[in-house]
């Protein structure tokens, strides 16, 4: 039981130490014939022997294209067999992946390929949003440079892994070198890299796998992102350690294909953020799909409204459906709800520490507050990131000299042990499960060459839970109107970050001291559109 301060350990366990691709060795050789892989869109489906040759093969070609371990490759696409194979290939050689956001347009692409110092960038040629091949056109035009461009499902594929070489000549990595490096919107303005660690991902992803029961008779299906911890890490990685199948339902999220693929191949675990769960039970065919085999799954990303819990709890039948929390900076779980926890703890809490991991609410003094009260989340353990890359300010201003990661979220400690997240110390918005940070995109709009000041802010949406309002100031003489602007942004930044409202003003709320008031802009929008019901929806 905890104590009377806000600080608690989940239970003691053993952790696994090992790369990430002796973890999924280890279940390929006890179930050689199982099926590890399902692409549903792709029509691929693998034993876990099978994936294991595929994966082995697409390391043997990443050595044949001369990458050696510790360079860095990236992925942007949605989900695909390809994904994986990259994944599991990056963990056999410890080179390293770079997960690029698949709704990334050039501006944020260029700044990732950059940044990352990535050598080679795995790519569709197109997908259902973008025309890959134009936009990193546009992104190489603007300064960026790769060695290797190979697009995904094409000869030049094929080719890769027909020179292969043989991948006996690099040594298995050891489990702390970095594996993994996820983009995160930053509160500075640009997104930061975070390096995670082979003992990082196993590990949560062990633990996630472990709270939901996780054996080699659970089918995973995933219509979250691969790029996201969500996918990469609570499905993917949780499904190598304990033997699970890993079914991909489509190459982004699609309500009636995730529906379909629960129906068709008898899924027993659904993941989603709250948005997606709406939109399947809000579906005209909904009652069509028979869900009988669900049995579990992960809400997460954002706040679960009670009424959304219910209905999947009842309707979808996931009795044993579990809330995390966590972030990217975290591997990304930090806490659970049990899968057996009465319905107020899942609706209510974000559940209680995972097993190995310590968390704690400081105040802004930075002393640990009573239970009860509100602070800031912190967490340390194993699944702590390794830092941001090539950026140690920042990663010190993250973890602390204790090893606390400060995670920026406003959360409150019940004396059951349980969590509540109470909102933000960062002004993020969050749109649908997609992270947005204001400065990101007030960055970028002031690019545009008739803006002269701008401030963003979240507004409450029904559907996406919030969506994003620009206020914007033009210069002198200059002209430009709300389509304008949105189509400036739809070309070059990713479309969840594209401002759905976009209001011309010749100021805005200030206090006396001159500070912005965004709260009283959000009020103000609410007001003038009317909307009372999805504020107070969020509020409740
Ligand atoms: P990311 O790094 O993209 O995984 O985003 C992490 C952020 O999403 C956290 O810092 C929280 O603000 C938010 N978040 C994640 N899970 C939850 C949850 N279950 N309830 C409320 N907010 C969440």
């Given at each position: ?103 990334y347009r050039s501006h944020e692409l260029r700044y990732v390929i950059s940044r990352s110092g990535m050598r080679a960038l795995f790519l569709p040629e197109s997908g259902a ?412």
């Amino acid at each position: 039981m905890p104590d009377m301060l806000s600080h608690t350990r989940g239970p003691d366990v053993e952790l696994i130490e090992t790369s990430l691709w002796e973890a999924f060795e280890r279940t390929a050789l006890r179930h050689p014939a199982g099926t590890a892989l399902i692409a549903r869109h792709q029509g691929l489906r693998y034993t876990w022997s099978e994936l294991k040759q595929a994966a082995l093969a697409t390391a043997g070609g990443l050595l044949g294209l001369g990458l050696r371990p510790g360079d860095r490759i990236g992925i942007w696409a949605g989900n695909r067999a390809e994904w994986i194979l990259l994944q599991l290939a990056s963990a056999r050689t410890g080179i390293v992946l770079v997960n690029v956001n698949p709704a990334y347009r050039s501006h944020e692409l260029r700044y990732v390929i950059s940044r990352s110092g990535m050598r080679a960038l795995f790519l569709p040629e197109s997908g259902a949003r973008s025309n890959y091949a134009d936009i990193l056109r546009d992104a190489l035009g603007g300064g960026a440079t790769l060695e290797h461009t190979v697009f995904l499902g094409t000869g030049a594929w094929d080719a890769m892994l027909a020179r292969g070489t043989s991948v006996d000549e690099v040594p298995l990595p050891a489990p702390g070198d970095v594996v993994n490096i996820q983009y995160t919107s930053g509160t500075t303005g640009s997104p930061k890299g975070v390096l995670l660690t082979h003992r990082n991902l196993v590990n949560n992803g062990y633990l996630v796998g472990r709270g939901l029961r996780y054996s080699e008779r659970d089918i995973v299906c995933a219509p979250v992102p691969l790029y996201h911890c969500f996918g990469c890490v609570m499905a993917a990685v949780a499904c190598y350690v304990h033997g699970s199948t890993l079914l991909l339902s489509g190459e982004q999220f699609d309500a009636l294909a995730t529906l379909q693929a629960v129906a068709e191949e008898r899924a027993t675990s659904l993941y989603g953020v709250p948005t997606m769960f709406i939109a399947q039970l809000d579906h005209p065919r909904f009652l069509e799909f028979d869900l009988g085999s669900l049995r579990t799954g992960i809400m997460a990303g954002a706040p679960c409204p009670v009424e959304v819990m219910r209905r999947v709890l009842e309707v979808m039948g996931c009795r044993e459906i579990t809330i995390c929390y966590g972030q990217t900076e975290a591997s990304p779980v930090i806490t659970m709800s049990n899968a057996d926890d009465p319905l107020e703890i899942r609706v209510a809490t974000v559940g209680a520490a995972m097993p190995a991991t310590e968390v704690k609410i400081v105040g802004e003094d930075g002393g640990t507050v009573e239970t009860g009260m509100q602070g800031e989340l912190c967490a340390r353990g194993y699944l702590i990131m390794r830092g941001y890359d090539g950026d140690p300010a920042s990663t010190a201003k993250a973890i602390d000299g204790e090893g606390w990661l400060h995670t920026g979220d406003l959360a409150v400690m019940r004396d059951d042990g349980c969590f509540r997240i109470t909102g933000r110390a960062k002004d993020m918005i969050i749109r649908g499960g997609e992270n947005i940070y204001p400065r990101e995109i007030e960055e970028f709009l002031y690019t545009h060459p008739a803006v002269s000041d701008v401030q963003v802010v979240g507004m409450p949406d029904e559907r996406y839970g919030e969506i994003v309002v620009a206020w914007v100031r033009l210069k002198p003489g200059a002209v430009a109107d709300e389509e304008s602007i949105r189509e400036y942004c739809r070309e070059r930044i990713a479309h969840f970050k594209v401002p759905r409202h976009v209001r011309i003003v010749e100021s805005f709320p200030v206090t006396v001291t001159g500070k912005v008031q965004k709260f009283k802009m959000r009020e103000f929008e609410v007001a003038a559109r009317g909307l009372e019901r999805a504020a107070g929806m969020e509020t409740a």
